[in-house]
């Protein structure tokens, strides 16, 4: 029997570190080939990660909300038939199967160089730390008088770390605090949700300030935790660690802002035949099984107008000095998810019939709100929709993804007066389901003629589906 490291491998993307959302197994767990033993979140998406060999987990190197870089060890498992791990005996310098070292921890972990390692289960320093701590200064080795006393039990991710479930665990992530300074209140020493809203907003104590509990105010003048939606309370700021989705979004969102040049373009469209269209779907039964919208067809009219433009679906390689001619639509669809915003793409949208169009649509956005979305459908977009629409916007001017020429806002619909011109000429005003799109595109790859009909194009097959039949 050996142990034998698993080490996080890369999510997907090139990407190089990654944060432990949840721990699949504990201490003990018999786990088998391609067993899930970890969901890890990444500046993309929720991960859930297959153990590549079977044994008995025999430590987690890695905590719940730790980040850990790609190839870092994570958890030790006890293994038949292998050879052990060539990282226990004493060398100063680490080795990626060294159990001891623990994971590098970005932000937390040793620098290059050290030679600290993580305390192994039973509390005895390993052999390759203490030559480096004798050469430093021989008098730490009284140090290890501690284990008398319980708090020098040893320090293993499950000991450190504040007991939560992972809701709460997840709101204290989202606001930016620390659980383990959070005072619990649960049964057998759980922090609460109520406990994580009141830090938050000031009115409980905290480990780190119960010594002075006169400064935050308690008993009757201590407001009640705040529920979701619910204003801060003026005494506390929240600070939000930026990472994950939100860092890699702003990130992108600059490099787009700063590198394409944008422009903008605005229709308002009478779509009331679209929305008898999408009545007559939702009562087809070839139709049953899937979500109709209105964002179907605007999609399905999205890819029809750019595979007849299709300078449009097109991205700048800086490095080649080339455009590049995009041979399918890539369709993108904003989704605003608990972790931020994320744009998923459906590879070859202009190929698809509308009824798998709509499947694919359905089963993007449910994926994308679950943060199950793999970094593969997140990359290799040409063209995005964002529907404001469903947030009452009418319209507004977005921010291309980098590496594509366009993305089409779609605005709600709405009844609105309409100047309706009749076949004998004559015009009447009527109540019309009307909406607004905007399409932002790079001026590099598209000039103004170019999206002014794209956007036209768009805006005609809404206004009247059957049109597609033209350019048949």
């Known amino acids: 029997m050996a142990v034998k490291n698993f080490n996080l491998p890369d999510p997907g993307e090139g990407l190089t570190e990654a944060e432990i959302t949840t721990w699949k197994v504990k201490v003990g767990?018999?786990?088998?080939?391609?067993?899930?033993?970890?969901?890890?979140?990444?500046?993309?998406?929720?991960?859930?990660?297959?153990?590549?060999?079977?044994?008995?987990?025999?430590?987690?190197?890695?905590?719940?909300?730790?980040?850990?870089?790609?190839?870092?060890?994570?958890?030790a498992v006890e293994v038949a038939g292998s050879d052990p791990e060539p990282a226990t005996p004493a060398a100063p310098a680490a080795d990626e199967g060294d159990e001891a070292?623990?994971?590098?921890?970005?932000?937390?972990?040793?620098?290059?160089?050290?030679?600290?390692?993580?305390?192994?289960?039973?509390?005895?320093?390993?052999?390759?730390?203490?030559?480096?701590?004798?050469?430093?200064?021989?008098?730490?080795?009284?140090?290890?008088?501690?284990?008398a006393a319980p708090a020098a039990e040893p320090l293993t991710p499950e000991r450190t770390r504040a007991l939560a479930k992972?809701?709460?665990?997840?709101?204290?992530?989202?606001?930016?605090?620390?659980?383990?300074?959070?005072?619990?209140?649960?049964?057998?020493?759980?922090?609460?949700?109520?406990?994580?809203?009141?830090?938050?907003?000031?009115?409980?104590?905290?480990?780190?300030?119960?010594?002075?509990?006169?400064?935050?105010?308690?008993?009757?003048?201590?407001?009640?935790?705040?529920?979701?939606?619910?204003?801060?309370?003026?005494?506390?700021?929240?600070?939000?660690?930026?990472?994950?989705?939100?860092?890699?979004?702003?990130?992108?969102?600059?490099?787009?802002?700063?590198?394409?040049?944008?422009?903008?373009?605005?229709?308002?469209?009478?779509?009331?035949?679209?929305?008898?269209?999408?009545?007559?779907?939702?009562?087809?039964?070839?139709?049953k099984d899937v979500k109709v919208t209105p964002l179907l067809i605007v999609a399905k009219a999205f890819c029809l107008a750019l595979r007849r433009h299709h300078e449009a679906n097109a991205s700048w390689d800086e490095a080649a000095q080339e455009i590049v001619l995009r041979g399918s639509v890539n369709l993108g669809i904003a989704a605003a998810t608990p972790r931020g915003l994320l744009v998923p793409n459906i590879k070859a949208a202009d190929q698809l019939s509308l009824h798998d169009l709509a499947g694919a649509l359905g089963g993007l956005v449910a994926t994308a709100r679950e943060g199950r979305t793999q970094p593969?459908?997140?990359?290799?977009?040409?063209?995005?929709?964002?529907?404001?629409?469903?947030?009452?916007?009418?319209?507004?001017?977005?921010?291309?993804?980098?590496g594509e020429a366009t993305i089409l806002a779609f605005g709600a619909v709405r009844r609105m007066p309409w100047v309706v011109t009749a076949a004998d000429g004559s015009e009447s005003i009527e109540p019309r389901w009307v909406t607004q799109l905007a399409l932002s595109f790079d001026h590099r790859l598209v000039d103004g003629e170019l999206g002014s009909k794209l956007l036209a194009d768009v805006a005609a097959l809404l206004h009247d589906p059957g049109t597609a039949f033209l350019w048949a």
């Open 376 to 402: 593969a459908d997140l990359s290799g977009g040409t063209a995005t929709i964002t529907n404001v629409g469903v947030f009452g916007v009418d319209t507004g001017t977005p921010i291309l993804n980098p």
């Open 166 to 287: 992972p809701p709460v665990r997840k709101l204290a992530k989202d606001l930016g605090l620390d659980l383990q300074s959070i005072t619990p209140s649960g049964e057998g020493g759980i922090v609460t949700r109520a406990d994580v809203e009141a830090a938050s907003s000031g009115t409980a104590p905290t480990t780190a300030t119960s010594a002075a509990p006169a400064l935050r105010g308690s008993g009757a003048g201590a407001l009640a935790p705040q529920g979701a939606g619910a204003p801060f309370a003026a005494a506390a700021d929240v600070r939000v660690p930026i990472k994950g989705v939100r860092k890699a979004t702003a990130a992108a969102m600059v490099s787009s802002a700063f590198t394409a040049p944008h422009v903008t373009e605005f229709v308002t469209v009478d779509v009331t035949a679209m929305m008898e269209m999408v009545e007559r779907l939702k009562k087809d039964r070839a139709f």
């Open 101 to 147: 070292s623990g994971p590098n921890l970005v932000g937390y972990g040793a620098k290059a160089g050290s030679t600290r390692r993580r305390a192994r289960k039973g509390g005895t320093p390993t052999p390759a730390s203490a030559p480096a701590a004798a050469v430093s200064t021989p008098a730490p080795a009284p140090t290890p008088a501690a284990p």
């Open 29 to 75: 767990d018999e786990v088998a080939v391609n067993d899930i033993v970890i969901e890890v979140e990444t500046a993309k998406s929720l991960v859930e990660l297959p153990i590549p060999f079977a044994g008995k987990v025999v430590q987690l190197l890695a905590a719940e909300g730790d980040t850990v870089d790609v190839g870092a060890p994570i958890i």
